[in-house]
């Protein structure tokens, strides 16, 4: 019986790790490089409909210098949502010159209200958070390192 549950727990440890393992590093998103305000990120890229709509579900943590960028391919009105997303988030909505034209600040994690854009945008950059008011960052700067 003791060899049984130290088995059970020894299978519990290593599917724990795994899963961590898969959250934290095998996502299969392509990644980039993005400089808001002087600050870079290390983002994560959410180019086809697949991608958009998995986003950061399902993730427990980020890294300050983490985010991911929601390419929608062309300006049009753009709503996202918190479904199955466990952490808070800032929502930087970027138009396509790449200016940020909104900011929806602490999202609500796992909340399924829909959250437009103000104005037809090309982009929505997701960071940890809190990040937009730590650093800084207002409607009308300019975000560099956007694909063309």
Do not use: Y
């Amino acid at each position: 019986m003791k060899s049984f549950i130290q088995m059970t727990l020894v299978v519990c440890f290593i599917s724990a790790a795994v899963v961590a393992g898969l959250n934290a590093k095998a996502t299969g998103f392509e990644r980039s490089r993005l400089l808001v305000d002087g600050k870079v990120f290390n983002v994560e890229m959410a180019v086809t409909p697949d991608e958009r709509s998995r986003g950061l579900m399902f993730r427990t943590e980020m890294a300050d210098d983490a985010g991911m960028l929601f390419d929608f391919g062309r300006a049009s009105d753009i709503s996202m949502w918190m479904k199955n997303t466990f952490i808070s988030l800032d929502m930087l909505f970027i138009d396509k010159n790449g200016v940020i034209v909104g900011i929806e600040k602490r999202t609500v994690p796992k909340s399924e209200t829909i959250i437009p854009g103000p104005k037809p945008v090309r982009f929505v950059l997701e960071l940890n958070g809190g990040s937009a008011d730590r650093l800084g960052f207002e409607v009308g700067e300019k975000v560099e390192g956007l694909p063309r």
